[in-house]
Structures are given as structure tokens and as C-alpha cells.
């Protein structure tokens, strides 16, 4: 048992940065006014300038400009905003056509299961047994009625990258919007908008060691979205209520701590946790692709078990991870994208996912390698399945 | 922190007991199946003159609580007889295990299920086989109690989350009383299908929501 507990899913959300803490608590002691015009009090312009300078921030993460991007509570909520205000600005006037991949998170995909439950029609994307998009597949799908593709940048299971330079080039020459999730992405690979033809990207804090309830959507200037939220006029009258500024600061913070250094070191680790496993635990298979990969995801499915199992046999030695079984999940249903990959039931109730973030370390991947080796031994001892197999 | 599982069904899972397959069982079974995400195989061996389980063992892939179940039913299957092991329900097994997370019934039941199967599959390598039974609504309500609703923990006849159910020249249609895109509505289906399909006499079952 290792002597703190190990946790591997940073996919869910991570441990927040000290200096990260740091940065956010003057806004809550000291800065705590409301973010106000310029004619106002001095605590409000000050608040309000700290606001604009944690957006011009993360705006020029994605090299955009300061008024493409608003503050959300959540990816889950710009993901909502991007295709429900798509839907509500362009669904009368250009079509109720959206397409997404399969293999999209809920915010997307049960995003578009209500607008078709509202009479939009969703052509929902095949990738390959890696989980990568087909390009030509998607130029198919393009009808004349279709006004917004939403795509991931990557998996949020299996860590599959997809190519949305091309698949935005697409999207543009057809004349559809763009929406992608860079939930599991942003910082640690670059999106240059004035490169990447990409009109909407929801972006968060959760998962790069900055805050919960803090998220970003960054829209091209020009891009068409019904205001989602009545209010004030905050967000550039997108989006009311008032701002979290403690949380966007934070957010900026975890963002400039980001470096390629550690997104390499993080890499490593996990090339480290893949190859060992496949190398050292029989009857495993990865999920997702080898190297189209984000930095920080391992997913690998061990054959003749059954997810939960494992992850409480792994619970009780000290380590935190994810599994694709439906025992786990809160619907009782496997994961959609285990299927979607072509995957069959077994392969996702074996599923492992396990996330690294900066505060892993190679000692803490050894002990996981050693654990789960140990953990699938005894329960495939006791699994009818895989009789012929060496037990 | 409260854990979901109770000290018992943890133990069981740790430790659980009557591990293995059995390869001279007299009566052997294995019940649900990698869609549903569990399987259990149950092996009974029985003492001919005064038909007692002199043992019993099980294998499992799957959750705890059906490890845990798999575990607590072969303990409660020794030493007796095969008409009193029968009728050990899926409520005395779990009460054994001092409770189930009322989601996790589903899990749980196929343990239950297996010992009976395995107790039948016994009676008729011995001669004992019941007349093959026409598939009438009481079939089809017998073995829907052993679907669970896991909004309650009960089954899905007893919570009437199952209406409507017509059998006509080998096609069974019922209702699920719940909207076709519910949380829990994919497993459930898969669950009645896998209760249903199996019948002899059946070839299709229509399953419809209520919405």
C-alpha cells in the first residue's frame, strides 16, 4: 500500500495548484466587489479590470481576441451554449441539421439528443477502432440543411486526438460552423484560431489544476449564438449573472503554469504505464490510439473482468481510477465509448481509465502497474470467462 | 465517508468463499451474461440417497455484489437439501449480507438464480424433468420478477414498471413505464430480453416506453 493515495483521474478533475489558491484569495478577501463600469467605484473597476485581464489571458491561449471569449461555470455549460445558441440563432433561418461524433461527452451529446427532441436532425459520426473521425465521412454527412459540427479534440476515455484543422477546413469550405471540445486539450496542445479554422471551442479549469466551476467558450468573432442566459448585460450580453471572478482568475493562473516541460514529463509517464501494462498483464488491450493521443491518458481494457471490481479491489490498496463498466456508471449502461470504438460489451466493463496530472509521479505508475497486476490475477481466478486462457 | 457496501458484502468480496469451478459437479449453471455486465456459474454437488448439496461452489465476472452474493448463496446452499435450497430467496441472501445498494438488486439476483438453475440442471441429468411448460403471462410475470427496478430495488412486476404484457403465436409485447430516453431505460430492455428471449416457444419480444 503506498503511503499517500495515488490518484489517477485527472481526467475528472485534479488537484488545485497552491499557487493557483494563492492567486484566487485576495478576490475573495480583499477584491470581492462586483465587476462594474468604468464609472463606478474604485473596488468595482478594479475587480472589473482584474475580469478583463484573466480574459485577454486565456484569450491569447487560443491566440483570439479578448471579446471571442466568455467565462462559463463549465465545459459542460459552453458545450451547451455553443450548440443550443447555434441551434436557436440559425435553426430557423438555415437549417436543423447538426452533426457530432459518437463518441462526444454528454454535454454534446445529450445536447444534440434535445434539440432532436425538438425536431433538429443529428447525424451521429462513426470514427474507426481508434476513435478517429473519418474526414470523408464527415464531407458526406454535410447537407444542405446542416448549420453546426461539433467534434472533440479529444476523447474524454480514450484520449484520441482528432484532426480539427482538417476537419474545420471542412466545415468551412461547406459553410457550417465549427464547435469543439478541448475539455481534455487546452492548454497542453495549441489551438491557434487564426490557424485552426474553428468557430467555437469550450475549454475548462478542472481539469489542468485550477478551479471547479470555472470554464471558458471561446466563438470567432461574428459567430451567430442566441443569448443563453438572461441577466445583466455581463459576458457581452451572452451570458448573465454575475461574473466569478476569483474562479476566472484562477483559471488564467492554472493556464500559465501549464509548460511544455511538464506536458512532456507527463507524456512520458504515461508512455511508461501503457507499455508496462500491455507488456506485463496478459490479455489486455488499449483503447484509443497509440500515439494521436492526449499527453495524460492510459485506457486499457483487461479481459474476463469486470471494472467495478477492480476498482474497488484498487480503492482498498490506495488508488483512485475510472473504469467504462456499467456497474460504475450512473445509468447502468457501459460506455458509450467503448461502443462506439466497436468495442463489445466485455472490453468496456474491463475498462480502466487512469489520468495523470502533475503531481504523479514514476513511483506512483510502478505501484499502479503493480496493484492492477495483482488485483485482475485474483479476479480472473474467480471469472468463468476465459477458461482456456492461462489463469 | 459512507461506503455503499455493507462490512458483510465487503468480506465477501475480500474473501469470498466457495471459490472455483468444479469439474465433477452433479448440477452446474451459469446465469446472465457480458451484455449485462455480470455472469455467475453456480456448481452443486449432491449426496443421491438423501438429496443434500454436500457442496457448492461458484465463479463470478462482475461486481461486488455479485461476487458477494455468489459467495453467501454457496455457504447458504450446504447441507441442505436440494428442495429447501430452492427456496432460499434473493431476500434471505441479501439480508445475509446485511443489505444491497438498492441499484445494485439486479446484480445480485443472478446468484439467486444460478443455485436454482444449477438445482434444475441437477434434476434433469436425474430423471426429474418437469413437462416442457407453454409459455403463459404467469411464465412470462415469473420470470420478469427476477428482472429488478433499480429506481427501487424491487422487481419490475411487483413496482408495475411492466404493463400491458400480450403473448400471441410466439410474440411477447409489453410496456415499460418509463420515457424511452431514461437514464436506465437501455438496461432495462437489455434485461427483459435476456429473461424473455431465451423461452422456447418465443421468437420475438417487443419491448415499448411509455413515451
Given at each position: 500500500m503506498p503511503d499517500k493515495p495515488v490518484y489517477l483521474d485527472n481526467a475528472a478533475a485534479t488537484r488545485v495548484d497552491d499557487r493557483v489558491v494563492d492567486a484566487m484569495m485576495p478576490y475573495f478577501l480583499e477584491k470581492y466587489a462586483v465587476a462594474t463600469s468604468e464609472f463606478a467605484y474604485s473596488q468595482g473597476i478594479e475587480a472589473r479590470e482584474a475580469l478583463d485581464g484573466a480574459r485577454a489571458a486565456l484569450g491569447a491561449k487560443l491566440n483570439a481576441k479578448p471579446e471571442e471569449f466568455i467565462f462559463t461555470s463549465g465545459s459542460a455549460e459552453s458545450s451547451n451554449i455553443a450548440i443550443k445558441g447555434v441551434a436557436l440563432a440559425l435553426g430557423e433561418k438555415k437549417?436543423?441539421?447538426?452533426?457530432?461524433s459518437k463518441i462526444e461527452d454528454f454535454p454534446v451529446l445529450h445536447s444534440a439528443r434535445a434539440l432532436e427532441r425538438q425536431g433538429f436532425r443529428v447525424t451521429y459520426l462513426e470514427t474507426d477502432g481508434e476513435g478517429v473521425v473519418n474526414p470523408d465521412k464527415l464531407r458526406e454527412a454535410i447537407?444542405?440543411?446542416?448549420?453546426?459540427?461539433?467534434?472533440?479534440?479529444?476523447?474524454?476515455?480514450?484520449?484520441?486526438?482528432?484532426?480539427?484543422?482538417?476537419?474545420?477546413?471542412?466545415?468551412?469550405?461547406?459553410?457550417?460552423?465549427?464547435?469543439?471540445?478541448?475539455?481534455?486539450?487546452?492548454?497542453?496542445?495549441?489551438?491557434?484560431?487564426?490557424?485552426?479554422?474553428?468557430?467555437?471551442?469550450?475549454?475548462?479549469?478542472?481539469?489542468?489544476?485550477?478551479?471547479?466551476?470555472?470554464?471558458?467558450?471561446?466563438?470567432?468573432q461574428g459567430t451567430r449564438i442566441a443569448k443563453w442566459m438572461d441577466g445583466g448585460f455581463q459576458e457581452f450580453d451572452l451570458r448573465g449573472g454575475l461574473?466569478?471572478?476569483?474562479?476566472?482568475?484562477?483559471?488564467?493562473?492554472?493556464?500559465?503554469?501549464?509548460?511544455?516541460?511538464?506536458?512532456?514529463?507527463i507524456q512520458e509517464l504515461r508512455d511508461r504505464l501503457i507499455d508496462r501494462i500491455l507488456a506485463e498483464i496478459p490479455d489486455t488491450t488499449l483503447n484509443g490510439h497509440r500515439t494521436q493521443r492526449v499527453p495524460q491518458n492510459a485506457n486499457i481494457s483487461f479481459h474476463y473482468v469486470e471494472g467495478e471490481s477492480v476498482t474497488l479491489h484498487l480503492d482498498m490498496r490506495g488508488f483512485a481510477v475510472s473504469t467504462g463498466s456499467a456497474c460504475f456508471s450512473r445509468s447502468l449502461e457501459g460506455s458509450h465509448v467503448i461502443y462506439g470504438i466497436g468495442g463489445d460489451h466485455e472490453r468496456a466493463h474491463g475498462s480502466m481509465r487512469m489520468t495523470l496530472g502533475r503531481y504523479n509521479t514514476i513511483e506512483e505508475v510502478?505501484?499502479?502497474?503493480?496493484?492492477?497486476?495483482?488485483?485482475?490475477?485474483?479476479?480472473?481466478?474467480?471469472?468463468?470467462?476465459?477458461?482456456?486462457?492461462?489463469? | 465517508?459512507?461506503?455503499?457496501?455493507?462490512?458483510?458484502v465487503m468480506d465477501h468480496f475480500r474473501?469470498?468463499?466457495?471459490?472455483?469451478?468444479?469439474?465433477?459437479?452433479?448440477?452446474?449453471?451459469?446465469?446472465?451474461?457480458?451484455?449485462?455486465?455480470?455472469?455467475?456459474?453456480?456448481?452443486?454437488?449432491?449426496?443421491?440417497?438423501?438429496?443434500?448439496?454436500?457442496?457448492?461452489?461458484?465463479?463470478?465476472?462482475g461486481c461486488a455484489s455479485n461476487?458477494?452474493?455468489?459467495?453467501?448463496?454457496?455457504?447458504?446452499?450446504?447441507?441442505?437439501?436440494?428442495?429447501?435450497?430452492?427456496?432460499?430467496?434473493?431476500?434471505?441472501?441479501?439480508?445475509?449480507?446485511?443489505?444491497?445498494?438498492?441499484?445494485?438488486?439486479?446484480c445480485s439476483v443472478l446468484a439467486v438464480e444460478g443455485l436454482r438453475s444449477a438445482i434444475e440442471n441437477y434434476e434433469e441429468r436425474h430423471g426429474l424433468v418437469k413437462d416442457k411448460e407453454a409459455t403463459t403471462l404467469e411464465?412470462?410475470?415469473?420470470?420478469?420478477?427476477?428482472?429488478?427496478?433499480?429506481?427501487?430495488?424491487?422487481?419490475?412486476?411487483?413496482?408495475?414498471?411492466?404493463?400491458?404484457?400480450?403473448i400471441k403465436e410466439g410474440v411477447i409485447s409489453l410496456t415499460v413505464d418509463l420515457p424511452a430516453n431514461h437514464q436506465f431505460a437501455v438496461a432495462i430492455k437489455e434485461e427483459i430480453l435476456e429473461k424473455l428471449e431465451t423461452l422456447w416457444d418465443v421468437k420475438t419480444v417487443a419491448i415499448n416506453f411509455s413515451e
Amino acid at each position: 500500500m503506498p503511503d499517500k493515495p495515488v490518484y489517477l483521474d485527472n481526467a475528472a478533475a485534479t488537484r488545485v495548484d497552491d499557487r493557483v489558491v494563492d492567486a484566487m484569495m485576495p478576490y475573495f478577501l480583499e477584491k470581492y466587489a462586483v465587476a462594474t463600469s468604468e464609472f463606478a467605484y474604485s473596488q468595482g473597476i478594479e475587480a472589473r479590470e482584474a475580469l478583463d485581464g484573466a480574459r485577454a489571458a486565456l484569450g491569447a491561449k487560443l491566440n483570439a481576441k479578448p471579446e471571442e471569449f466568455i467565462f462559463t461555470s463549465g465545459s459542460a455549460e459552453s458545450s451547451n451554449i455553443a450548440i443550443k445558441g447555434v441551434a436557436l440563432a440559425l435553426g430557423e433561418k438555415k437549417g436543423r441539421h447538426i452533426i457530432v461524433s459518437k463518441i462526444e461527452d454528454f454535454p454534446v451529446l445529450h445536447s444534440a439528443r434535445a434539440l432532436e427532441r425538438q425536431g433538429f436532425r443529428v447525424t451521429y459520426l462513426e470514427t474507426d477502432g481508434e476513435g478517429v473521425v473519418n474526414p470523408d465521412k464527415l464531407r458526406e454527412a454535410i447537407a444542405p440543411d446542416t448549420i453546426l459540427v461539433s467534434i472533440q479534440h479529444a476523447n474524454q476515455e480514450i484520449g484520441t486526438v482528432q484532426d480539427i484543422a482538417q476537419i474545420g477546413r471542412i466545415c468551412h469550405e461547406k459553410d457550417v460552423l465549427f464547435h469543439t471540445d478541448a475539455t481534455h486539450t487546452f492548454p497542453r496542445i495549441e489551438i491557434d484560431t487564426r490557424k485552426v479554422p474553428v468557430d467555437l471551442i469550450s475549454i475548462a479549469a478542472h481539469t489542468i489544476h485550477g478551479p471547479k466551476g470555472i470554464g471558458g467558450l471561446y466563438f470567432r468573432q461574428g459567430t451567430r449564438i442566441a443569448k443563453w442566459m438572461d441577466g445583466g448585460f455581463q459576458e457581452f450580453d451572452l451570458r448573465g449573472g454575475l461574473e466569478n471572478i476569483p474562479g476566472a482568475i484562477g483559471f488564467a493562473k492554472a493556464v500559465e503554469l501549464i509548460t511544455p516541460e511538464e506536458t512532456r514529463r507527463i507524456q512520458e509517464l504515461r508512455d511508461r504505464l501503457i507499455d508496462r501494462i500491455l507488456a506485463e498483464i496478459p490479455d489486455t488491450t488499449l483503447n484509443g490510439h497509440r500515439t494521436q493521443r492526449v499527453p495524460q491518458n492510459a485506457n486499457i481494457s483487461f479481459h474476463y473482468v469486470e471494472g467495478e471490481s477492480v476498482t474497488l479491489h484498487l480503492d482498498m490498496r490506495g488508488f483512485a481510477v475510472s473504469t467504462g463498466s456499467a456497474c460504475f456508471s450512473r445509468s447502468l449502461e457501459g460506455s458509450h465509448v467503448i461502443y462506439g470504438i466497436g468495442g463489445d460489451h466485455e472490453r468496456a466493463h474491463g475498462s480502466m481509465r487512469m489520468t495523470l496530472g502533475r503531481y504523479n509521479t514514476i513511483e506512483e505508475v510502478d505501484a499502479i502497474v503493480a496493484a492492477l497486476a495483482e488485483v485482475v490475477k485474483e479476479l480472473r481466478l474467480i471469472s468463468p470467462l476465459g477458461r482456456d486462457k492461462e489463469k | 465517508m459512507k461506503f455503499p457496501y455493507s462490512d458483510a458484502v465487503m468480506d465477501h468480496f475480500r474473501h469470498p468463499r466457495n471459490v472455483g469451478k468444479m469439474d465433477d459437479a452433479d448440477g452446474k449453471a451459469m446465469e446472465g451474461s457480458p451484455a449485462c455486465g455480470d455472469m455467475v456459474a453456480v456448481y452443486i454437488k449432491v449426496d443421491p440417497e438423501n438429496q443434500k448439496i454436500t457442496d457448492a461452489k461458484f465463479e463470478s465476472y462482475g461486481c461486488a455484489s455479485n461476487i458477494a452474493t455468489g459467495s453467501i448463496i454457496t455457504e447458504l446452499a450446504k447441507g441442505k437439501s436440494i428442495e429447501e435450497a430452492k427456496n432460499i430467496s434473493w431476500k434471505e441472501a441479501t439480508d445475509a449480507l446485511g443489505g444491497l445498494p438498492k441499484i445494485k438488486a439486479h446484480c445480485s439476483v443472478l446468484a439467486v438464480e444460478g443455485l436454482r438453475s444449477a438445482i434444475e440442471n441437477y434434476e434433469e441429468r436425474h430423471g426429474l424433468v418437469k413437462d416442457k411448460e407453454a409459455t403463459t403471462l404467469e411464465v412470462v410475470r415469473r420470470r420478469l420478477r427476477k428482472v429488478m427496478n433499480p429506481l427501487t430495488g424491487l422487481d419490475v412486476i411487483r413496482t408495475e414498471l411492466v404493463k400491458d404484457i400480450t403473448i400471441k403465436e410466439g410474440v411477447i409485447s409489453l410496456t415499460v413505464d418509463l420515457p424511452a430516453n431514461h437514464q436506465f431505460a437501455v438496461a432495462i430492455k437489455e434485461e427483459i430480453l435476456e429473461k424473455l428471449e431465451t423461452l422456447w416457444d418465443v421468437k420475438t419480444v417487443a419491448i415499448n416506453f411509455s413515451e
